[in-house]
């Protein structure tokens, strides 16, 4: 099970804001943006929560859970 | 008191046991050598006390200043700070393992740590200048992530390799100098963490 998120369809949607704008305006870096985006790094929830804020969502519409086949087979 | 005050009136204590147990144990030292001291040491004494002083000068005065407004930590900072200590580290490893008598003669270990040291005085005029005592006020929650996963591999790694470079030198298949055995753990834990900080900061 992975966490899956929309940030990058919403920083396109948010006049198609850079990892970088994005990463200055939390307050985090472009690289943990880049890594969030990719699935590699699971955010806090209070990081969570300050991204799902910022583009004025919910957590839930903001992160979901990714099935991976054999859980989803079971 | 505040976290931060705590801090830093714990580091003035440290600095003035340092500066004082330095002064005796170099008196100490002084009285029971013979030798002459060259030039070379003269020159390397005054250079160290030169830097000593500057590194505390720049901790302890510029935060104060309104240039601590630029005093700001990034991700090229981060990323720097770590390319520095695997060079160092390199450095330092190859220097302590091919040229053993003139590391240490030459206080070239010192040299080399000298620019990673003052990468991190910087980094503790960033904290003094947001008055804050916590590393995590001045990263964010990955790079954090990442230092713990660098430093609990770093304690592995480095435990393997020495256990192995003692199996090594007691069969006498090869031999380091007493002093060397710190300059090699030293720079092996600098390479090792600053390298295993800087692929998960990348990879992860």
């Given at each position: 099970m992975r966490l899956g998120n929309n940030i990058r369809r919403f920083r396109f949607d948010h006049n198609e804001m850079s990892q970088e704008e994005l990463a200055k305006a939390i307050g985090v870096t472009r690289q943990t943006i880049f890594s969030i985006e990719k699935g590699k790094f699971v955010p806090s929830t209070l990081l969570a929560l300050k991204l799902a804020r910022f583009f004025k969502k919910s957590v839930e519409e903001t992160f979901y859970i990714v099935e991976d086949v054999k859980s989803a087979r079971r | 008191m505040s976290e931060f005050k705590k801090w830093q009136t714990i580091l003035k204590i440290v600095l003035i046991i340092a500066i004082v147990g330095g002064i005796v144990i170099g008196s100490a030292i002084k009285g029971k050598q013979e030798q002459v001291e060259t030039t070379y040491e003269k020159i390397?004494?005054?250079?160290?006390?030169?830097i000593v002083f500057l590194a505390l000068f720049l901790y302890w005065i510029l935060p104060n200043t309104k240039l601590a407004r630029h005093f700001k930590m990034n991700e090229s900072l981060f990323i720097a700070s770590h390319i520095l200590g695997i060079v160092c580290g390199i450095t330092?490893?190859?220097a302590a393992i091919l040229w053993q008598q003139v590391i240490v003669k030459t206080h070239l270990?010192?040299?080399?740590?000298?620019?990673?040291?003052?990468?991190?005085?910087?980094?503790?005029?960033?904290?003094?200048?947001?008055?804050?005592?916590?590393?995590?006020?001045?990263l964010d929650e990955k790079q954090i992530d990442n230092i713990r996963k660098a430093a609990t591999v770093t304690l592995f790694v480095v435990s393997c390799i020495l256990l192995i470079m003692y199996f090594i030198s007691y069969h006498e298949v090869f031999t380091l100098e007493g002093k060397i055995w710190f300059l090699c753990y030293f720079f092996m834990t600098l390479l090792i963490y600053s390298g295993s900080t800087l692929y998960y900061f990348k990879k992860e």
């Open positions: - | 390397f004494k005054i250079s160290a006390f030169f330092g490893l190859a270990f010192e040299f080399i740590v000298v620019l990673f040291g003052f990468i991190f005085v910087y980094w503790a005029m960033i904290l003094k200048a947001r008055k804050s005592a916590n590393v995590s006020d001045i």
